[in-house]
T-cell receptor, first 113, second 112 residues
Framework: EAQVTQNPRYLITVTGKKLTVTCSQN?????MSWYRQDPGLGLRQIYY???????DKGDVPEGYKVSRKEKRNFPLILESPSPNQTSLYFC????????????FGQGTRLTVV | AQSVTQPDIHITVSEGASLELRCNYS??????LFWYVQSPGQGLQLLLK??????LVQGIKGFEAEFKRSQSSFNLRKPSVHWSDAAEYFC??????????FGRGTSLIVHP
């Protein structure tokens, strides 16, 4: 089954404690992206990657890091989380160069206290 | 730069009534347009998409959308809303080599 898998689904952490949210897709998509969703602000793009070892900032990259060492994986790293990063995070993937839609993971609900 | 505007933050309809959710876009070329639905606690699911051809596209769950180039719009419609349609709806533009851009979403409330 074609899917994007995020882990964990829920996470509560303390300020300053480094964390990683994993994202994996099994569709051999070149493009992967991270979004955060906040009430009234919709989906805002954090980082995206057009292929292995190619990443770029989205609209709200501050406080986040990503890496793309393998095509299927695109982890999101918060080196020193702060309460304003409490949000719902989505990973997405799609094939570059086509009209195809983005496929989304189920989301990760992060709370930073 | 591409952008998407969903002018309605909330829409309330009665069950069985018709529905139209508005979406306006800005895009430098022929747009690829999408509507996604997000049910509570769930990820985003694609309802329908447009990239060429017939400007009226049919999607899942009885939804349709019409692309109007002259108005830069891609409004979502459903003739008769069901209580299970209550959700957040997102319009998006992007495709090819373009990074998808999402609107802020419209929350649909369905009254019995």
């Amino acid at each position: 089954e074609a899917q994007v898998t995020q882990n964990p689904r829920y996470l509560i952490t303390v300020t300053g404690k480094k964390l990683t949210v994993t994202c994996s897709q099994n569709m051999n998509h070149e493009y992967m992206s991270w979004y955060r969703q906040d009430p009234g602000l919709g989906l805002r793009q954090i980082y995206y990657s057009m292929n292995v070892e190619v990443t770029d900032k989205g609209d709200v990259p501050e406080g986040y890091k990503v890496s793309r060492k393998e095509k299927r994986n695109f982890p999101l790293i918060l080196e020193s989380p702060s309460p304003n990063q409490t949000s719902l995070y989505f990973c997405a993937s799609r094939r570059v160069g086509e009209s195809g839609e983005a496929f989304f993971g189920q989301g990760t609900r992060l709370t930073v206290v | 730069a591409q952008s998407v505007t969903q002018p309605d933050i909330h829409i309330t309809v009665s069950e069985g009534a018709s529905l139209e959710l508005r979406c306006n876009y800005s895009y430098g070329a022929t747009p690829y347009l999408f509507w996604y639905v997000q049910s509570p606690g769930q990820g985003l699911q694609l309802l329908l998409k447009y990239f060429s051809g017939d400007t009226l596209v049919q999607g899942i769950k009885g939804f349709e959308a019409e692309f109007k180039r002259s108005q830069s719009s891609f409004n979502l419609r459903k003739p008769s809303v069901h209580w299970s349609d209550a959700a957040e709806y997102f319009c998006a533009v992007g495709g090819g080599s373009y990074i998808p851009t999402f609107g802020r979403g419209t929350s649909l409330i369905v009254h019995p």
